[in-house]
């Protein structure tokens, strides 16, 4: 079977080649010239551990090439999945769904044989329901021209182990014909024992937000408790560990630190409150504003506790920040939290030198005020504070004397409450957390 994916960012670049390791041949469209250039010459325009070699494997394999013509989407295949992206509107907290709305609206007018078009992105309830409209009244097959909205729950640094074995396939679907479609395009993964949840399109939409949003309010969980746990003298690690052995709870997403950030789980929450305020229901959905605010709370916080370890005066001190990324394994520094604490510092005139193993780069064009550095040492060098703000393991492997002899003054504020405090202590340095003993 042939397929096409429409939109080759994060989500289609990885769709793409995951579908091309699973035997299809792709086509992936993608208008922005530079980055179809990296993708046909197999190389990934951002960080994701594995995606480059099964990309590069089967580019040169020729099961998948790019284009840029949506033309030539149409004449390729039958089966076209729409992976665009679906940002915060500038205006609104809202999102953005104009490049959804583009990729059918270019596509329809093509479609001469029967298709089905497989919406990905992530997008407010009720998209997929007027985009099948738009599909059915613009496509020259009229109905046999079919709508599935298919959610994507891959995470940054896991893509490519996300997309070949998720966690369970929803699909929201208008017919058995093309429930069918996708039941024998995703047999590969279906026979593994993958769970598969055949909705409709509005459960499907809301499934994928509804992740997030809960995603989002166990982590602002976990952050309001560990206020309390600093305000009190307990300690968060512990008590995460603890509530986390009730399975209805579970540990994962309990880690207390310097909140979320990313693409995905600030804007999509966002979008949620918006669209329930647009269905009328938007107080149903308030405690996701203070899911927002509680993350927003954490970054000046830790802003606030390395002032106060400062003496109360940053101006002048030297900041060491480990770390730029959203999270470990990515480049990604979209709404990153150590990127915005590592920013306020640097406003209220402290010296920032910021070290990430991989989004230097992408941190640097975001943000090109701040100093960078070339590893965690040279960072750290004349540093009156030193903070741990993305959790690279290499950071927690580092040779703390090694750092010791390089600072002005041994000082560490642990955003991710996972180093090893007591080990730092003994070398002699004020190490402390958040909501840490
Ligand atoms: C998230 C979801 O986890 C995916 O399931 C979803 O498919 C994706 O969004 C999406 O909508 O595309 P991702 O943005 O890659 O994936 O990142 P996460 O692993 O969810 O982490 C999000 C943020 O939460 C990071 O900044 C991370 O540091 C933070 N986090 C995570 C915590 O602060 N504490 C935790 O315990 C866990």
């Known amino acids: 079977m042939k397929i096409t994916v429409i939109g080759c960012g994060y989500l289609g670049a990885t769709h793409a080649a995951c579908m091309a390791e699973l035997g299809y041949e792709v086509l992936g469209v993608e208008v922005n010239q530079r980055k179809r250039d990296l993708l046909t010459a197999g190389k990934v325009p951002f960080y994701e551990p594995g995606l480059e070699d099964l990309?590069?494997?089967?580019v040169a394999s020729g099961r998948l090439r790019f284009t840029d013509s949506i033309q030539d989407a149409a004449?390729?295949?039958?089966?076209?999945?729409?992976?665009?992206?679906?940002?915060?509107?500038?205006?609104?907290?809202?999102?953005?769904?104009?490049?959804?709305?583009?990729?059918?609206?270019g596509l329809a007018p093509h479609l001469t044989r029967p298709a089905v078009v497989i919406g990905k992105s992530t997008v407010p309830v009720g998209t997929a329901g007027r985009m099948a409209g738009i599909l059915a009244d613009l496509a020259p097959v009229g109905s046999a021209a079919e709508l599935v909205w298919n959610p994507e729950f891959l995470r940054e640094g896991f893509a490519v182990k996300d997309t070949l074995e998720p966690d369970r396939v929803v699909l929201g679907v208008a017919s058995a014909r093309s429930e069918q479609v996708l039941r024998d395009f995703y047999a590969p993964i279906l026979e593994t024992g993958t769970p598969l949840i055949v909705t409709d399109y509005a459960t499907a939409e809301l499934v994928k937000v509804s992740a997030n949003a809960f995603l989002a309010t166990k982590i602002s969980f976990i952050n309001a408790v560990s206020e309390v746990c600093e305000a009190s003298g307990?300690?968060?690690?512990?008590?995460?560990?603890a509530i986390g052995h009730d399975a209805r709870i579970g540990r994962r997403f309990l880690n207390a630190g310097i909140g979320f950030g990313g693409g995905c789980l600030p804007k999509d929450i966002r979008a949620?409150?918006?669209?329930?305020?647009?269905?009328?229901?938007?107080?149903?959905?308030?405690?996701?504003?203070?899911?927002?605010?509680?993350?927003?709370?954490?970054?000046?916080?830790?802003?606030?506790?390395?002032?106060a370890m400062l003496d109360g005066d940053v101006t002048r001190a030297r900041i060491a920040v480990w770390g730029a990324a959203f999270k470990p394994d990515s480049d990604d520094v979209r709404d990153s939290p150590a990127l915005s604490i590592a920013g306020k510092l640097h406003l209220r005139g402290a010296h920032v030198t910021v070290y990430d193993p991989q989004a230097n780069e992408t941190a640097r064009a975001m943000f090109p005020t701040l100093d960078y550095a070339g590893s965690a040492i040279e960072a750290a060098q004349d540093a009156d504070l030193l903070l741990h703000l993305t959790e690279w393991p290499e950071f927690r492997r580092v040779d703390v004397a090694a750092v010791s002899a390089v600072v002005r003054r041994p000082q560490l504020l642990d955003g991710r409450n996972l180093l090893d405090l007591e080990a730092w202590r003994s070398a002699g340095w004020t190490a402390r957390g958040l909501g840490r003993r």
Not at 55 to 58: M, R
Not at 77 to 93: I, K, N, R, Y
Not at 234 to 240: I, K, S, T, Y
Request: charged share 25%; net charge negative.
């Open 55 to 58: 990309l590069a494997k089967h």
């Open 234 to 241: 307990a300690d968060v690690v512990d008590l995460a560990d």
């Open 75 to 105: 004449d390729f295949a039958d089966v076209h999945f729409v992976c665009v992206g679906t940002p915060q509107l500038p205006s609104s907290m809202g999102a953005d769904v104009s490049y959804v709305e583009a990729a059918v609206t």
């Open 272 to 307: 949620f409150v918006h669209r329930a305020g647009e269905l009328g229901v938007e107080d149903a959905m308030t405690f996701l504003r203070q899911v927002d605010d509680i993350n927003q709370r954490q970054r000046s916080r830790v802003a606030q506790i390395a002032t």
